[in-house]
C-alpha cells in the first residue's frame, strides 16, 4: 500500500466508486468550474419570470388547443417531473389535462421501461397522455433541409399548436450541444431522417462545443423551426448533479444563453495531456450502457497522449446498447476491420460508434471498468478491469513510477482544452 497517496472517487452507475493514486505521479484532476447547486425552483422561477427572446411564457396558450411537451428519455438526468409541475402550475388555468400531451424523444434509443417512466415523469403519468416517440412508426414529412433531407418527425408535433422542449444543455461530441434543437431531430424525427442528419457527424465542423458551422446541428435546428416549438426549458447542470442554471424562452436564444453559461464553466485548459487518462462517464444514466457510456471517451481521448491509455469507468448494466454498434464490432476481427466494414457499406448510424472506437484505438490502449462480462468487453477491442485500483499498475507498467495521470470525474461534461502536446 502506498504510503502516500490521493483518494478520489468517481461517479458509478448510480453510486460512486473510490481508489488512490501514489502522489509520487503527476496528477491532475480535471473538473468545470465548481457552481453551488440552485434550488430547482427558485431557478425555475427566476427563468420564468424572465424568459429569453420572448413575452410572458403564460399568454401563448388559451383554452382548446393541443400542446405537446416533448421530455428527454431515460438515458438522461433531466429533472422532468419536477419542471413539468412546475410550468403545469403556472398553465393550468389556461389548459387542461386532456390538452396536453407528454411526448418522451427517444430518438433511436429503445423505449423506456415502466419503473424508466416512472422515475422520468412520477405521478404525472397518471394525469396526461404519455406518449413514446417511435421512430418507425405515426411520422409526417413537414419539409425538406437545405441540403435536401426528408424532415419526418412524430405527428404529435406536426398537429399541435404549441411544442415546448424540456431538457439540458452540455456539450455533444458531434452535435456541438445537447438540448434546445435536439429533442426535435433527433428525439421525435423519423429514423431516415436521423440517420440522414446524422451522417454528417464524420463532416468538418461536427464537433463538439461548435454551434454555428455544424452541419449537424444546423440541420437540427431547421428541423426544430418546421413546428410550433413556442419555447424550451433547458437545465445546466453542477459538477454534483444539481441545478446551476435554467434557461426558458425562445430555443435559439435562450440555448444561445445556456451554452455560453455552459461553455464559461465546463471548458477546462489541460496544461499537458497525461500518459494515463482516468475518466468516469458521470454515472447513471450517462453509463446505462457502452454507446452513451462512450461519448465520455471522446472527451478522455483530448487528454491523453498518443500511445497513452485510457481507463473508462462506467457501469453499463444494459450492456452495449445499440444492435449496430454491436455488429459492426462482432463482424470485425481487429479495428481496422471496422474501418473497412464502414468504406464498403457507408454510413449506418450506430456504426459511426465502431468508427470513433477504432479511430480511438489508432492512438491510446482503452480499458473498461464496468459490470459487462470480460469476454464481451474484449469483443469490443476493450481491456476489462476488475479492480480499480489495477489503474496505478497500468501505469507503472507503461510509463514507469512517475506517469502522468488526468482524472476527469464527469468526462461527458467536461472539455478538456489542451494547450501542449
Not at 490521493?6 to 468545470?32: A, H, N, Q, W
Not at 462512450?294 to 481521448?301: E, F, S
Not at 466494414?341 to 477504432?358: C, P, Q, S, T, W
Not at 476489462?384 to 489495477?390: A, Y
Request: aromatic share 8%.
Amino acid at each position: 500500500m502506498e504510503r502516500r497517496t490521493m483518494k478520489l472517487t468517481l461517479p458509478y452507475g448510480t453510486g460512486s466508486m473510490g481508489f488512490s493514486l501514489p502522489r509520487g505521479c503527476d496528477i491532475t484532476v480535471l473538473e468545470g468550474v465548481k457552481i453551488p447547486s440552485l434550488p430547482l425552483a427558485e431557478e425555475f422561477r427566476r427563468a420564468w419570470e424572465d424568459p429569453i427572446g420572448l413575452p410572458d411564457p403564460e399568454g401563448i396558450f388559451n383554452p382548446g388547443e393541443k400542446t405537446v411537451f416533448v421530455v428527454t428519455d431515460h438515458t438522461r438526468p433531466t429533472p422532468t417531473g419536477e419542471i413539468l409541475s412546475l410550468i403545469w402550475e403556472r398553465l393550468e388555468g389556461r389548459m387542461t389535462p386532456d390538452g396536453a400531451t407528454i411526448l418522451v424523444a427517444t430518438g433511436i434509443h429503445r423505449p423506456p421501461r415502466d419503473d424508466e417512466l416512472d422515475s422520468i415523469l412520477g405521478d404525472l403519468r397518471n394525469r396526461f397522455q404519455v406518449v413514446v416517440h417511435d421512430c418507425d412508426r405515426d411520422l409526417v414529412e413537414v419539409g425538406r433541409s437545405s441540403r435536401g433531407t426528408p424532415i419526418l418527425l412524430n405527428r404529435l408535433v406536426v398537429e399541435a399548436d404549441h411544442v415546448v422542449s424540456i431538457g439540458h444543455i452540455g456539450m455533444h461530441y458531434y452535435a456541438g450541444y445537447s438540448g434546445g434543437r435536439k429533442n426535435i431531430l433527433p428525439g421525435v424525427a423519423g429514423r431516415s431522417t436521423i440517420e440522414a442528419n446524422h451522417a454528417e457527424m464524420l463532416s468538418p465542423g461536427s464537433e463538439a462545443c461548435v454551434y454555428s458551422g455544424n452541419p449537424v446541428s444546423e440541420e437540427m435546428v431547421e428541423a426544430a423551426r418546421m413546428v410550433n416549438l413556442e419555447f424550451i426549458v433547458d437545465v445546466i447542470f453542477a459538477s454534483d448533479g444539481g441545478v446551476a442554471k435554467i434557461v426558458i424562452g425562445e430555443a435559439e436564444a435562450a440555448h444561445a444563453e445556456g451554452r455560453a453559461f455552459w461553455d464559461e464553466h465546463f471548458q477546462v485548459r489541460l496544461k499537458e495531456r497525461g500518459d494515463l487518462v482516468i475518466a468516469s462517464a458521470g454515472g447513471h444514466p450517462k453509463d446505462i450502457d457502452l454507446y452513451q457510456a462512450y461519448k465520455g471517451v471522446y472527451n478522455a481521448m483530448r487528454a491523453v497522449r498518443d500511445g497513452g491509455v485510457v481507463v473508462l469507468v462506467a457501469a453499463c448494466p444494459d450492456g452495449i446498447g445499440n444492435e449496430v454498434f454491436t455488429s459492426w464490432i462482432m463482424r470485425s476481427a481487429s479495428p481496422a476491420d471496422v474501418i473497412a466494414i464502414f468504406k464498403e457499406e457507408g454510413f449506418k448510424l450506430g456504426g459511426h460508434e465502431a468508427v470513433h472506437l477504432a479511430r480511438d484505438l489508432n492512438r491510446a490502449s482503452i480499458y473498461l471498468y464496468s459490470e459487462m462480462d470480460d469476454r464481451l468487453v474484449e469483443r469490443f477491442f476493450l481491456t476489462p478491469i476488475k479492480d480499480l485500483q489495477d489503474v496505478v499498475r497500468i501505469g507503472r507498467e507503461r510509463f514507469g513510477d512517475r506517469f502522468r495521470t488526468v482524472v476527469i470525474p464527469h468526462a461527458g461534461d467536461t472539455f478538456p482544452l489542451p494547450v501542449a502536446g
